[in-house]
């Protein structure tokens, strides 16, 4: 008896361990990114090569080894760019601006701003500049901004590049919010492209080199598997955060509805929670009337409910605030600027008096992170949702069709 139940003990084990188990062993990525193919299909384009890099901790291949290692076995790596504060080892220079990556020796360039162009020595006379970086499917992503100013930069000093694609976490195909007016060019973007432009970073590049003539020596290395309806999540690949701020890898989704809202000043965006950009929150705000009127307009793929929330840090920090939370029931139909351009508008008809949209600092911050006054403007004149967001399909029109040439994976 003790023995037939040991078998059958045995036997219910080993159903459960390949249950819970084997489909995580068995996982892999169902996306080869541009770092992974370059690797294994042109070497030769980096084999002993003198390179720089741009990139950020976020460029990490299928195994989790960052670009910069797996560059660095097959190349001279000469300089890394990037655009935060150095995330790995470093060794002193000869003063104390300068720098060099610990395990590459290679001398390491921090650009806080991306309006402020590093000089053409940084990388003249080297063979190749790479370029991966995960983006975030946004035009105020810094990133952005920065990559645009170095193919102009690769451009003057002579040195070809290339960029290693990677997914758009929102997806490839979402393009919406206003398209960058020149006038309003700042460290949130210099060209004309929507505030969620539907192109891999690849893509991007190769529209900014053509349609604003940057003119640099271009190649991208293309994705394996990927199509453009894929989320992140979809490709199996491992999602380093890019920031605090975009923990996970639908962060950028609700950055894109709310992001913009936060220059308002006046109300939490739930940065400070556990869920960054998912919540609308301020004491003064009634989650249930907010809720019920963002509602109304029966907006595809989300939905809005009454929230109660103490965010750890930033505005209304250790206090329940109440407000709204945002959900998206179906992210391939949700349209997360006229989602966010939706709450501004409910939260100016119903508190006039805190929405600071006539406040010349605030306009300036709002107008700026958008690209276009237009929003604003069509709140404060009375406009609809519907005649708001008419009001910009003119320039996202003639955007699509430019678009359509860069387009690496069909549509």
């Given at each position: 008896m003790n023995l037939q139940y040991n078998k059958l003990y045995a036997r219910l084990a080993l159903l459960v361990l390949v249950f819970f188990y084997l489909p995580q062993l068995s996982a892999a990525p169902r996306v080869k990114i541009g770092i992974d193919v370059?690797?294994?299909?042109?070497?030769?384009?980096?084999?002993?090569?003198?390179?720089?890099?741009?990139t950020a901790k976020t460029a990490v291949d299928m195994s989790l080894s960052h670009s910069i290692d797996r560059l660095a076995k097959a190349a001279s790596v000469?300089?890394?760019?990037?655009?935060?504060?150095?995330?790995?080892?470093?060794?002193?220079?000869?003063?104390?601006?300068?720098k060099y990556d610990a395990l590459t020796n290679a001398r390491v360039y921090e650009i806080s701003d991306p309006l402020q162009r590093p000089p053409v020595s940084t990388i003249q006379g080297l063979d190749l500049l790479i370029i991966d970086f995960q983006d975030i499917g946004l035009r105020?992503?810094?990133?952005?901004?920065?990559?645009?100013?170095?193919?102009?930069?690769?451009?003057?000093?002579?040195?070809?590049?290339?960029?290693?694609?990677?997914?758009?976490?929102?997806?490839?195909?979402?393009v919406s919010g206003p398209v960058l007016e020149v006038a309003?060019?700042?460290?949130?973007?210099?060209?004309?492209?929507?505030?969620?432009?539907?192109?891999?970073?690849?893509?991007?590049?190769?529209?900014?080199?053509?349609?604003?003539?940057?003119?640099?020596n271009l190649t991208v290395i293309g994705m394996e598997g990927?199509?453009?309806?894929?989320?992140?999540?979809?490709?199996?690949?491992?999602?380093?955060?890019?920031?605090?701020?975009?923990?996970?890898?639908?962060?950028?989704?609700?950055?894109?509805?709310?992001?913009?809202?936060?220059?308002?000043?006046?109300f939490?965006?739930?940065?400070?929670?556990?869920?960054?950009?998912?919540?609308?929150?301020?004491?003064?705000?009634?989650?249930?009337?907010?809720?019920?009127?963002?509602?109304?307009?029966?907006?595809?793929?989300?939905?809005?409910?009454?929230?109660?929330?103490?965010p750890y840090y930033g505005l209304f920090a250790q206090k329940k605030t109440t407000g709204i939370e945002i959900v998206v029931t179906d992210r391939l139909t949700f349209d997360p600027f006229l989602a966010g351009m939706a709450i501004l508008r409910a939260l100016n008809e119903l508190y006039p008096d805190r929405i600071p949209l006539s406040n010349a600092a605030a306009a300036e911050a709002l107008d700026t992170l958008l690209g276009s006054s237009k929003?604003?403007?069509?709140?404060?004149?009375?406009q609809t949702l519907m005649q708001i967001h008419a009001g910009l399909q003119s320039e996202l029109n003639d955007y699509l069709k430019k678009r359509r040439e860069f387009l690496i994976y069909p549509e």
């Open positions: 370059l690797a294994r299909e042109h070497p030769d384009m980096v084999r002993g090569k003198k390179l720089a890099i741009f000469k300089a890394i760019l990037t655009g935060d504060s150095y995330f790995r080892e470093t060794m002193p220079g000869e003063s104390p601006e300068v105020y992503f810094k990133y952005v901004t920065l990559m645009a100013q170095l193919l102009d930069l690769a451009r003057e000093a002579g040195v070809p590049v290339l960029v290693l694609d990677r997914p758009n976490p929102i997806n490839a195909t979402m309003l060019r700042s460290r949130f973007g210099v060209y004309p492209v929507p505030l969620i432009y539907g192109l891999t970073v690849g893509e991007l590049a190769l529209y900014f080199n053509k349609v604003f003539g940057l003119g640099a990927y199509s453009r309806g894929m989320t992140f999540k979809d490709t199996g690949l491992h999602w380093v955060p890019p920031s605090d701020h975009i923990p996970e890898p639908d962060s950028p989704l609700f950055y894109a509805v709310t992001g913009f809202l936060g220059e308002m000043g006046v939490s965006t739930g940065v400070g929670t556990n869920r960054p950009f998912h919540y609308i929150l301020a004491p003064w705000i009634d989650g249930e009337l907010l809720s019920q009127k963002l509602e109304r307009h029966k907006l595809a793929g989300v939905r809005f409910i009454p929230a109660s929330e103490k929003v604003r403007r069509g709140i404060l004149g009375g």
